[in-house]
């Protein structure tokens, strides 16, 4: 380290002549040097300071002793500052203490404070909308720390709209001065409360009686739940347990992207009788009653291609009683997890329906038919033929009539024989909210959804 020395040498006369010297000096342990430091804060001005909150969309969250873990990982959110930031924080993390859930450090909604020295007890604080309601009236700052700071946490404890309010809120402070002039300042941010997070587990094939998986045209067991649309019973392609962990009532909205996939199918025609008579008709007045010739053999179909066909259906199941909770259009409200009580596990299934790509007839709705006491899924087309089989004929002044004393109507019937699909793997998206207010993203899954497995479906070959 240097050090400069400055020589001056004044003479009698008045003249003055100096000389510089610099040597080195060793450094003395009891010498720093400071970085810059900010300025001090005008002691007469009221002012907020920059501070700053972790977005907690960027929340890692982790299940001990059944309870969620929130590590803030997100980005750094700068508030108290000329700009107004967007805010994402977990809405039941605003409470000072909570039944469940927990923190791996605070991450506090805190706004810090630079207030007069002159006159500490008239420092006060107030939260409203940019709307102009008013959710926190003037409240007392409380102590300033030891540099004349204040710092206001807001909690939902005292702020009961933190947990729902949604849009622009400002902190507004009001102090005096050391005239006695009533000094103001404030902050602003949007304010986004996120639902309490939700352990939702990845989605997987359904298995059991109600699943596609069993229906088969070998039994047969009611092929025809997936394919007609005027039938109400599902069949399950996907299950998903979800578990409520918190405290909180969470509106959740699960949407899966549309059924795609693949098809076949194969149907068999046939002509089966359906009205037999010995009332005799004349074959001169109503000739289709005397058919005699054999009933051609109707062509069978063979079909596949894209599906341009179904739809999802969707159930929350309360795995604890069995009850169906209501979810119109995929929204469903999750209850809190009660006082006590283990996270409480629901189960939701995605049901396939109206696969109409797969009926036997496609202009006509399919059903379960018993023919030759078979149970099949199939259709009747338009075709009727008659066939007689007895005839006789008569002259009468050398008139020949022809009369048919037996004769059949027989129905075309299209059987479903063969059906299969391959379901291509399905996005379900999870958006949850807080009563009323706006969903978001669940945050804590990879772009807000999972991906469920692609499911193959062969249905065997039917009894005919």
């Known amino acids: 380290m240097k050090r ?9 006369c008045g003249n003055v002549t100096s000389m510089e010297k610099e040597e080195e000096i060793a450094p003395d ?3 720093t040097i400071e970085p810059d430091a900010p300025p001090p804060s005008d002691p007469a001005k009221l002012a907020f300071i920059p501070a700053t909150v972790r977005d907690e969309r960027g929340d890692t969250i982790a299940y001990v002793s059944e309870e969620p873990v929130h590590t803030h990982a997100g980005p750094p959110i700068t508030i108290g500052g000329a700009d107004c930031p967007a805010v994402y924080r977990y809405a039941y993390l605003l409470d000072r203490a909570r039944p469940f859930g927990e923190e791996a450090t605070r991450n506090p909604l805190a706004f810090e404070l630079a207030a007069p020295s002159s006159s500490p007890s ?41 947990g729902t309010f949604d849009g622009q809120l400002r902190i507004e402070a009001r102090a005096q001065s050391a005239t006695g002039t009533e000094l103001r300042t404030f ?6 409360p996120l639902a309490a997070p939700l352990s939702i587990a990845y989605p997987q094939a359904a298995i059991g009686g109600a699943s596609l998986a069993e229906k088969s045209l070998v039994m047969p067991s009611r092929v025809i739940d997936l394919i007609n649309a005027q039938v109400t019973t599902e069949v399950e392609v996907y299950i998903q347990r979800i578990a409520q962990p918190t405290a909180e009532p969470v509106v959740l909205q699960i949407m899966p992207d549309a059924l795609t996939g693949t098809y076949s199918s194969t149907t068999l025609a046939s002509y089966v009788a359906t009205t037999s008579s010995t009332n005799p008709k004349n074959c001169s007045a109503e000739p289709l009653f005397c058919d005699r010739s054999a009933l051609p ?43 006590g009580e283990i996270p409480h596990s629901y189960r939701v299934v995605l049901s396939a329906r109206r696969v109409s790509d797969l009926w036997p007839v496609p202009s006509v709705v399919p059903a379960e038919i018993t023919v030759s006491n078979q149970a099949v899924t199939g259709g009747w087309t338009n075709a009727k033929p008659i066939r007689c089989s007895n005839a006789s004929a008569t002259v009468i002044n050398g008139v020949a009539t022809v009369t048919c004393h037996a004769w059949t109507e027989y129905s075309e019937l299209l059987v479903l024989d063969r059906a299969s699909l391959e379901l291509a793997a399905t996005s379900i998206r999870y958006s949850a909210g807080i009563g009323s207010g706006a969903r978001m993203p669940v945050a804590y899954l990879p772009n807000g959804m999972h991906t469920a497995p692609p499911v193959s479906w062969n249905a065997g070959d039917g009894p005919m």
């Not at 700052?141 to 709209?161: F, K, M, Q, S």
């Not at 902050?187 to 986004?192: D, F, R, V």
Request: glycine content about 8%; proline content about 8%; some cysteine.
């Open 4 to 12: 400069l020395i400055l020589v001056l040498a004044i003479a009698g």
């Open 29 to 31: 342990a009891s010498m």
């Open 122 to 162: 008239s420092v006060a604080y107030r939260v409203i909308a940019t709307t102009g309601q008013t959710l926190l009236p003037w409240t007392d700052v409380g102590i300033a720390d030891a540099n004349g700071h204040y710092t206001i946490e807001l909690y939902r404890d005292d702020i009961p709209l933190l």
């Open 187 to 192: 902050a602003c941010w949007e304010h986004h």
């Open 297 to 339: 053999d109707p062509p069978d179909h063979v079909r596949g291609g894209t599906l341009a066909s179904g739809m999802w259906s969707l159930r929350l199941v309360d795995l604890h009683n069995g009850s169906v909770l209501p979810c119109p259009n995929n929204v469903c409200t999750i209850p809190p997890r009660m006082q």
